[in-house]
């Protein structure tokens, strides 16, 4: 394992503290080829990946990419077709009552009765997973005030904020002290400020208990600044996993992006390639993504070859890389897409009344 594996940005405090890195870390979740297939669907394809002690990891990915399912596989939910996983050093196909006792999950969807107070949500939550009677209460209060909804605690949760549900839903993910949390897309459809303050609990939540945390978005900001690692997921398949720097670093110098108002673009890339300026490129809808050493140097040939082919460029921008240019060039698709993709997903879910 090479210097920058190990993680010289690892930024767990806590395992820090204790003088603990990446490399020597216990591991808190670990999937070996797994895999899920509905009818001939590969939903979940033959993923691989481990999880440190005390790490915030993430699978990005867009819609339908698998997220959902992977989580379902480890939570015990759902049995794989292939491959092995264990979590909290137990195998969830043979172990899943020992997985059970040591998870918190916060699923994509809220799962909380709301007709009930979120404080009795809470209660019936730490009952069925046996926090003893003594404790219950005490927690319960810790945990609302944590997530500040103290106030809150004896109104209906249908009264609720979007926000304010996602809170409640990682205090009784957390009410049972769970070594790990799953969070499926804990801050979508939110607004800003309240994915903000969510990002910060997430924080919060590591560094005062250690938990690892497992979570899914398809927010580039949200993988940045929450996540010691990511994986890029699209139709099933782990496309790239490393730590948000590196995926950066690892796009090499600029992107140009180049909408065509005529001729083949394939022509262009071919005439660059011969030129020598292109490092790779990839079509991302009717723009075409070129990875470069130097833009500024690359896009007057750019120009000068079009003219020549006699190619009309409609527009044309460049930037250094940012976890959006490492999204796209995996997975085809621009963030913008991909929301729009939920968007839909969240339209028809309401319009359906589907709830999980
Ligand atoms: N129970 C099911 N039966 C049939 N197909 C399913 C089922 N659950 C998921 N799928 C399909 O498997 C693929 C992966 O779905 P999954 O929910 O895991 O994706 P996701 O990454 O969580 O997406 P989203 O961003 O919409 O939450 C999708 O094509 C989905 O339609
Ligand atoms: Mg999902």
Redesign the pocket.
């Known amino acids: 394992m090479d210097e920058e594996e190990v993680g010289e940005d690892f930024n767990n405090p806590r395992l820090r503290e204790l003088g603990v890195d990446r490399a020597t870390m216990p591991t808190a979740v670990e999937a070996r080829e797994l895999s899920r297939r509905f009818g001939d669907l590969t939903a979940v394809d033959h993923v691989s990946f481990e999880v440190g002690e005390g790490e915030i990891f993430g699978f990005l990915g867009p819609n339908g990419a698998g997220?959902?399912t992977t989580i379902n596989m480890l939570i015990t939910l759902l049995k794989p077709n292939d491959g092995t996983a264990r979590v909290a050093g137990y195998d969830v196909v043979r172990e899943p009552d020992q997985v059970r006792k040591r998870i918190g999950v916060v699923f994509?969807d809220p799962s909380s009765d709301r007709e009930l107070t979120g404080y009795e949500n809470l209660w019936i939550h730490g009952m069925i997973y046996g926090v003893p009677r003594s404790e219950l209460a005490a927690r319960i209060r810790k945990l609302l005030e944590f997530v500040e909804l103290w106030d809150w605690r004896n109104v209906l949760m249908k009264r609720y904020s979007g926000g304010m549900i996602r809170r409640l839903e990682i205090a009784r993910g957390l009410l049972h002290d769970p070594s790990i949390l799953f969070m499926?897309?804990p801050t979508i459809g939110l607004d800003p400020q309240t994915r903000t303050k969510l990002w910060e609990y997430t924080i919060d939540v590591r560094r005062e208990r250690g938990t690892t945390i497992f979570l899914?978005t398809h927010y580039m900001e949200e993988a940045e600044r929450l996540c010691d690692r990511v994986a890029i997921i699209d139709h099933g398949r782990i496309l790239a996993l490393d730590k948000p720097s590196n995926l950066v670093k690892s796009m090499g110098g600029d992107v140009i992006y180049v909408k065509l108002l005529n001729g083949s673009s394939e022509l262009l890339v071919s005439k660059l390639m011969e030129r020598g300026v292109l490092l790779d490129h990839r079509p991302a809808g009717s723009t075409l993504m070129l990875r470069v050493f130097d833009a500024p140097t690359v896009m007057p040939i750019i120009f000068d070859i079009a003219n020549f082919l006699g190619i009309k460029i409609s527009e044309v921008s460049y930037r250094r890389p940012t976890l959006e240019d490492v999204f796209l060039y995996y997975t085809g698709r621009s963030l913008r897409d991909s929301e729009a993709d939920w968007r839909e997903t969240a339209r028809v879910r309401a319009r359906r009344g589907m709830r999980r």
């Open positions: 997220k959902t994509q499926d897309e899914t």
